[in-house]
């Protein structure tokens, strides 16, 4: 069992920033050797990939939030970030982080842009 805690969200005008933070309760080892990613869920709508990265620091990351987001990862922490600038109202959403493409999942934080 992985326990995964986001922190990190909030309400923001839109153009604003906001940084995520997921700390994960696995070993230093086993985390640093894990894909983790990021995804959101907004209302009606399905959960869907945001972000991920790979064990060697690869990327992913949709369309619609390239070049606004960056993921990121401190393995001595065992800590997943994402940071995320130039944010629209359609990032509104739950973000939640993510072990191993869905293995285990955070509880989630809500993002709120404003217009």
């Known amino acids: 069992q992985v326990q995964l805690v986001e922190s990190g969200g909030g309400l923001v005008q839109a153009g604003g920033s906001l940084r995520l933070s997921c700390a994960a309760s696995t070993s230093t080892s086993i985390f640093s050797f894990s894909v983790m990613g990021w995804y959101r869920q907004a209302p009606g709508k399905q959960r869907e990939l945001v972000a991920e990265?790979?064990?060697?620091?690869?990327?992913n990351y949709a369309d619609s939030v390239k070049g606004r987001f960056t993921i990121s990862r401190d393995n001595a922490k065992r800590t997943l970030y994402l940071q995320m600038n130039s944010l629209k109202p359609e990032d509104t959403a739950v973000y939640y982080c993510?072990?191993?493409?869905?293995?285990?999942w955070g509880q989630g934080t809500q993002v709120t842009v404003s217009s």
């Open positions: 990265i790979t064990s060697g620091s690869s990327t």
């Open positions: 993510s072990y191993r493409r869905g293995v285990f």
